[in-house]
């Protein structure tokens, strides 16, 4: 059995705690009445949608006189929808209402009374078990809508003090989703503090979202913290472009604080950085990541077809072959993606190994749809960067993971990616939720030597409790879910959208001929930071 506990958060424990109504001395208005009355009848419904009627409702009855009852009966809500996951079965994911958690949001926002408010911060500071992690991480970010409130200031400035990364990400999400002027300080405390990347993300997306330019001075300044990953120190830029109109896509703090005081760029500045991941003409900018790849029988379709005898064309699909020709004066090779690193011995010839499968590949004009997939992943691994962790999933009705770990992007795991890409044999079913949930399986660790590297742990980790894992999936298919433990695409939609709190991985999309459900595909990736391609 795959996977067995692999999504369990909850147990039928949640069932002990107490959500008694006060009594109502005031006379109840019928908003109240009428939502009281649907979540009496309703609480305990496994019928689809009930829990956030009852939300719906719930939120028209806020008038303050009612608030804190209304609370208590929300947070029930909150709790049984998070009891499905009580069957520790991977399926049990599946039954939980997404829209529940935004319903639940929806409802905080609207509340009026201090004394409700009150109710929502003691609930976080319940000594709860870890079991009841995504019940406190959604009613601390309920809680931002109220941060101004002096016991939800306290609360959260006490939050980042504690050492759960969790909960520190749901203090971020919290003051994002009702982002003001005066959370500046506290937007940059996070920023620059020992936190996640995941914390920092949200962030910087709340700078965004806050639109406004006095900040820039000091967010130039954070592109020389060592500690900024690839994709955080990509969205730093993305921010900065939007506050400041300047499209420069350069992490040199010179080159902007001279663009920013112009308020134009005289020269066509180039990223110091590590260039984007390039893969079917997406640009990946990140530094840990997750290939998931197709390899599903119909892959073998061809490219071509009687209404389309040229079939998709994809961006620089007609690469020159790669020549080996100059080296250092001591003799040694510089590895051409990787400045600065000279290429001797085994490594130098691995290296020489990639150019011949390389050279192999960009002579081909791919026929079917698997050799298209080939001949793309062969010349993005030949190109990727030398301080890049990676692993590749492949899936058809069952997953194959290469390496079960992320991998520094060496000659020697480039050529061992290479050769498995190059001799890629195609399978079944399309089963895509089963490497999807798998991708996000993904941590990052310290190795022996203290370099870091990333674990993979199927079957016994849960993906809503991870931080600092892997930032970006890519996902490459070509027909639709057929196969694997969800198989509505709505299902897969709503996994990906619950982990986007925690997580914010990017997920892109590439897809491939007639068969895919582009609107799915699209709407998976631009919801989750992500960016989809179609090639029909």
Known sequence: MLKAGFLYLCTGALFSVSFA?????????NEFKKAKEYFEKNIDSDVPGRRVICLELLTKALDGDADSSCVKMANRVLFEELNRLRDKDPSSEARVNADVFDGFLTFCKGIKSQKAVELLVKEVKKSYSDQFVRYKFYVIMG????????????????????????????????????????????????????????????????????GDNTVVDKLISLLGNARLTIRLKAKLIDVLGVLTKLDLKSDSIPVWQDAWKNKKANDDPRSTG???????????RSDRLVFVLDKSGSMQEPLTSEEDPEGPKVPSDDENKFEVTSTTGSGDYM????????????????FKECVEIFNKWMEKKPVKRIEMLQKQMIKTLFKL??????????????????????????????????????SLVTGNATNISDPVMDGYQYISAKGAKGELTGIFHRDSMDPFSVQDGIDSIVLLTDGEPNMGFLTRKKDIKDFVAKLKP?????FHVIGIGSEIGTDFLKELAESNYGEAKFFK
């Open 502 to 506: 925690f997580r914010k991985i990017a």
């Open 274 to 284: 590590i260039p984007p991941t390039e893969f079917f003409g997406l640009k990946i």
């Open 335 to 350: 590895d051409p993606f990787t400045p600065k690193k000279p290429l001797k011995g085994q490594e130098f010839s691995a």
């Open 143 to 210: 809680l931002g809508f109220h941060k101004t409130d002096k016991q939800v200031s306290k609360l959260f400035s006490d939050i980042l003090k504690e050492k759960d990364p969790l909960y520190h990400i749901a203090v971020a999400n919290a003051v994002s989703a009702a982002v003001a002027q005066d959370d500046i300080k506290l937007l940059f405390d996070l920023l620059e503090g020992n936190y996640g990347w995941e914390t920092r993300f949200e962030s910087l997306s709340a700078l965004e979202k806050l």
């Open 385 to 422: 960067h030398g301080d890049i962790l990676f692993d590749i999933l492949l899936y058809d009705s069952s997953v194959f993971p290469w390496k079960k770990l992320l991998v520094q992007a060496d000659w020697f795991n480039k050529l061992d990616a290479m050769r498995r890409i190059d």
């Open 21 to 29: 109504l006060d009594s109502v001395s005031w006379k109840s208005s």
